[in-house]
């Protein structure tokens, strides 16, 4: 089946700094990537749409110059955590493919998350 | 605006025993709704998914889930559990249009042997 890889599968990094988190579609061509974030026993948040070629697309409250999403093929999108901080520590999951459902693109598959942590 | 509540985040069950996972949407427009697992150190998967056609829903590993507009339920059920089903259970809506795609917290299964 579908494999969506998704790297590092944790991280920690100090205070300050850039982490880059990647999401690769194995055996398939994603035009279309979202990238979830969820805190501990809390739903996930869509934080983006990244199609491919285009710019992304954020949800309220997510800052996109923190939150930098490159989707630059149709195999792999990045997010980049910019200036990490410790309330940036989370879970971030991101999945590839879409399956129109009426007029919603429901994800498909996932990757398995990163664990970021900021100390 | 849409939202999703899962009764429970802790549902512990004996192998071989009904399964019942609840899930309650709020939406103000018909919802096509869906069930997702995650089992340990995964990603994602779905499970089957409502979108307004029979209000009975049948996935995949034996679960099922039905729709009740009268409830704004989309339980997902199972009629006899397995270890392998141990995992942690998302329930998501959407109202249909663009991305908007919304997760509840999780239930995380626990099948007693």
């Known amino acids: 089946g579908a494999v969506v890889s998704q790297h590092p599968s944790w991280v920690i990094c100090k205070s300050g700094t850039s982490v880059k988190i990647e999401c690769r579609s194995l055996?398939?061509?994603?035009?279309?990537m979202f990238w979830y974030r969820q805190f501990p026993k809390q739903s996930l948040m869509l934080m983006a749409t990244s199609n491919e070629g285009s710019k992304a697309t954020y949800e309220q409250g997510v800052e996109k110059d923190k939150f930098l999403i490159n989707h630059a093929s149709l195999t792999l999108s990045t997010l980049t955590v910019t200036s990490a901080h410790p309330e940036d520590s989370s879970f971030y999951i991101c999945?590839?493919?879409?399956?129109?459902?009426?007029?919603?693109?429901?994800?498909?598959?996932f990757g398995n998350g990163t664990r970021l942590t900021v100390t | 605006a849409q939202s999703v509540t899962q009764l429970g985040s802790h549902v512990s069950v004996s192998e071989g025993a009904l399964v019942l996972l609840r899930c309650n949407y709020s939406s103000s427009v018909p919802p096509y709704l869906f069930w997702y697992v995650q089992y340990p150190n995964q990603g994602l998967q779905l499970l089957l998914k409502?979108?307004?056609?029979?209000?009975l829903v049948k996935g995949i590993n034996g679960f099922e889930a039905e729709f009740k507009k009268s409830e704004t339920s989309f339980h997902l059920t199972k009629p006899s559990a397995h270890m392998s089903d141990a995992a942690e259970y998302f329930c998501?809506?959407?109202?249909?249009?663009?991305?908007?795609?919304?997760f509840g917290t999780g239930t995380s299964l626990t099948v007693i042997p």
């Open positions: 409502y979108t307004s056609a029979a209000t």
């Open positions: 999945s590839a493919g879409a399956e129109t459902t009426g007029g919603s693109n429901s994800p498909l598959h």
């Open positions: 055996d398939f061509q994603a035009t279309t």
């Open positions: 998501a809506v959407s109202e249909g249009t663009g991305n908007q795609f919304y």
